[in-house]
């Protein structure tokens, strides 16, 4: 089973986000509270493994709760659940270490997947955030931010950086293996070590590496 915490202020989401993943047999909704301030206590409590995360709420909003989230030692993953997709959210959201980013129109059965995949340690976004994200990195021109990117992809060998460009195209480690011929469990060490020589938490922010480098 995969444990779910829900953080929304309105208490109408919290019972129809409860009710729509208790369709699904691997995911058990363990919590739910209405402000950010009150995740901290939730997640000692209920050890979620994925946490939907509201934006805009009365106390903690949910950029800055997740913020402190990713930053204790072995948080559990993040899916930013939100009505605002503005770009401002998306980049703060997945800097911050949030594993997806999805508005609250999405499709039922889309968000349970979403959950699997961010627990599973892949990130998913709305068709609207990719393209909102990639729109950003595009668009940038002459980022001050370029060059630490670059220099911390030197860091990378050269099979890391390979693996590295293709997480930022979206790939999952069957195509990633498949693409470079080499087994999927190699390319989780491949991953595991460039989360532990960049200091990053999730595939996302290897992702925005890479294009912050381009």
Do not use: C, W
Not at 35 to 41: F, I, P
Not at 159 to 184: F, K, P, Q
């Amino acid at each position: 089973m995969i444990k779910v915490l829900l953080v929304d202020d309105d208490a109408l989401v919290r019972a129809g986000l409860t009710m729509m993943l208790a369709a699904f047999d691997d995911l058990e909704v363990v919590g739910a509270v209405a402000d950010g301030t009150e995740v901290a206590s939730a997640v000692g409590t209920h050890r979620p493994d994925v946490v939907l995360m509201d934006i805009r709420m009365p106390g903690l909003d949910g950029l800055s709760a997740t913020e402190s989230l990713r930053a204790r030692r072995d948080p559990p993953q993040v899916i930013v659940l939100t009505t605002f997709d503005t770009d401002e959210h998306v980049l703060r959201a997945l800097r911050a270490g949030a594993g997806g980013f999805l508005l609250k129109h999405t499709p039922p059965r889309q968000i349970a997947e979403a959950v699997r995949r961010v627990a599973a340690g892949e990130p998913m976004m709305s068709p609207e955030v990719l393209r909102t994200m990639i729109g950003l990195v595009s668009g940038a021109g002459a980022d001050p931010g370029r060059e630490r990117a670059r220099a911390a992809l030197a860091r990378l060998s050269p099979g890391e950086r390979d693996v590295a460009g293709l997480i930022a195209e979206g790939r999952t480690n069957s195509e990633i293996a498949a693409e470079l011929l080499m087994s999927t469990a190699t390319v989780k060490a491949y991953v595991s070590r460039i989360f532990t020589k960049l200091s990053l938490t999730n595939r996302v922010q290897i992702a925005l590496l890479v294009h912050d480098a381009r």
